[in-house]
């Protein structure tokens, strides 16, 4: 599949937004860490920046972004309408959240109510957000049963990144929230690495055979280019990378995403103060660049099969 950069700045910004705001939800209902109103002030407004950027960026994405307004009419078939009135769902609580510290230096148990419902809110979204794709029975890298644990891990997994820095940059840092960051952190990696082994073993069960209908006569195989010149199809559904240039990205995105900023995070739970918190937001700063990797891969990698109309072997 062509990797858009509007949908890949949407599954990365709202992805680490969402998971932003799961975990301070978490924190604002069971923890004491979060009872400080400049933590607050910073995380709930950039988790809800981050979310605001994933959304508009991707209705560029759309032939007609002005009538973006319409998927949500389509709830009960469709899985984008679902994610985008979950995520405007979402607004509500968290925003209810904010306002709160804004008015109050300590919400007590409204601190608790709101933290809760915006967790199990965002959490549903980035689950919707996830079905999107593995709904797509067209294209087997993505309605597999590893796309949803990639989508919600590395979502917990920026969030949780994301909210550490910040909590050392406050000088609130905790190592109980780093150590979920290193948890996180392997579960998302466990999780990814589990779903380029299983698109590299396994195809489409769909063939140029099976498509065509005359597998009991033998092979098949493209006698000529049903176009002379590339089509809307080729050009959005038949984007293909070299083996080479995927092996690359992939060892680019393990170093960026996860080694560096794991063992930068086990830096800042050996040390203390400024030290910590430098490591952290060289963390963040690397992670961003291995999760941009990471998602372009997601989209390249697809393959669709109506490619196999147009001379591809398998999808």
């Not at 949908?7 to 969402?18: K, N």
């Not at 905790?174 to 990814?192: E, R």
């Not at 560096?260 to 690397?286: D, M, R």
Request: proline residues 3%; positive net charge; aromatic residues 10%.
């Amino acid at each position: 599949m062509h990797p858009a950069l509007s949908v890949i700045v949407f599954t990365t910004a709202s992805g680490a937004g969402y998971g932003l705001l799961v975990w301070y939800g978490l924190l604002s209902a069971f923890s004491a860490t979060s009872g400080d109103r400049l933590v607050a002030l910073i995380v709930l407004p950039l988790a809800l920046a981050l979310v605001t950027v994933g959304l508009l960026s991707s209705t560029f994405h759309l032939g007609r972004p002005e009538r973006a307004w319409r998927a949500f009419s389509q709830w009960r078939t469709s899985w984008l309408s679902r994610e985008g009135i979950c995520s405007f769902v979402t607004y509500g609580p968290a925003g209810l959240l904010l306002l709160a510290w804004i008015v109050s230096p300590a919400p007590g148990v409204l601190a608790v109510v709101l933290g809760l419902i915006t967790a199990v809110a965002s959490l549903v979204t980035i689950y919707c957000t996830a079905m999107i794709y593995a709904s797509l029975k067209t294209i087997h890298q993505w309605c597999n049963a590893y796309v949803v644990p990639n989508y919600l891990a590395l979502g917990l997994y920026s969030g949780a990144l994301l909210l550490a820095t910040i909590l050392h940059l406050t000088g609130h840092g905790s190592q109980g929230v780093d150590s979920v960051v290193l948890v996180a952190g392997l579960a998302a990696l466990v999780a990814k690495l589990g779903y380029w082994r299983f698109i590299a073993t396994t195809r489409h069960p769909s063939s140029p055979e099976s498509a065509t209908g005359l597998g009991n006569i033998g092979k098949v195989r493209l006698f000529e280019a049903p176009h002379t010149e590339e089509n809307y199809l080729m050009r959005e559904m038949g984007f293909t990378i070299a083996r080479k240039h995927a092996d690359k990205l992939r060892r680019l995105s393990l170093l960026a995403l996860f080694a560096a900023p794991l063992v930068l995070v086990l830096i800042a739970i050996l040390t203390s103060g400024g030290a910590a918190a430098f490591a952290l937001v060289v963390a963040v700063a690397l992670a961003a660049a291995g999760v941009l990797v990471e998602r372009w891969l997601f989209f390249a990698e697809a393959r669709h099969v109506v490619t196999l109309f147009y001379g591809a072997r398998a999808a």
